[in-house]
C-alpha cells in the first residue's frame, strides 16, 4: 500500500510565505516524477509545478519565479516553497507522484488528499 500525505497548508497573508510537504510511505521501489496541483473553488485542477527523480523543474508561466519545487530522495518527500501569494493561490494543493511499488514493472500515479492553502488579502 502507498500512500502520499501532504502538511505544511494553512491561512496566510498576501505577500507571505508558506511550505507545503508531501511524504510518500509504503511499499515502494522507485518514485518517478513528482508534482503539485492545485484546484480553486469552481475551477479545473490545475498543474502547480513537477520535478523529476533527476531534479529537473517545470512550472507554468503563470508560477514562475514564485514558486520552488524540490524534494529528497532519501526521504521519498517532495516539497513546494510558495512566495509572494496572493489571493488567486487560495486552492487545495495536492501531491502527485509517479510510483513503481515493489512486485510491480510499471508505475502508478497516486494523488494525496490535498491541503487547504488560504491568502487572505
Known amino acids: 500500500q502507498v500512500q502520499l500525505v501532504e502538511s505544511g497548508g494553512g491561512l496566510v497573508q498576501a505577500g507571505g510565505s508558506l511550505r507545503l510537504s508531501c511524504a510518500a510511505s509504503g511499499s515502494i521501489f522507485s518514485i518517478n516524477d513528482m508534482s503539485w496541483y492545485r484546484q480553486a473553488p469552481g475551477k479545473q485542477r490545475e498543474l502547480v509545478a513537477t520535478?523529476?527523480?533527476?531534479?529537473?523543474?517545470n512550472y507554468p508561466d503563470s508560477i514562475k519565479g514564485r514558486f520552488t519545487i524540490s524534494r529528497d530522495n532519501a526521504k521519498n518527500t517532495v516539497y513546494l516553497q510558495m512566495n509572494s501569494l496572493n489571493a488567486e493561490d487560495t486552492a487545495v494543493y495536492y501531491c502527485?507522484?509517479?510510483?513503481?511499488?515493489?512486485?510491480?514493472?510499471?508505475?502508478?500515479?497516486?494523488w494525496g488528499q490535498g491541503t487547504q492553502v488560504t491568502v487572505s488579502s
Open positions: 520535478i523529476t527523480s533527476g531534479g529537473r523543474t
Open positions: 502527485n507522484a509517479l510510483i513503481r511499488p515493489h512486485g510491480a514493472t510499471y508505475h502508478v500515479t497516486y
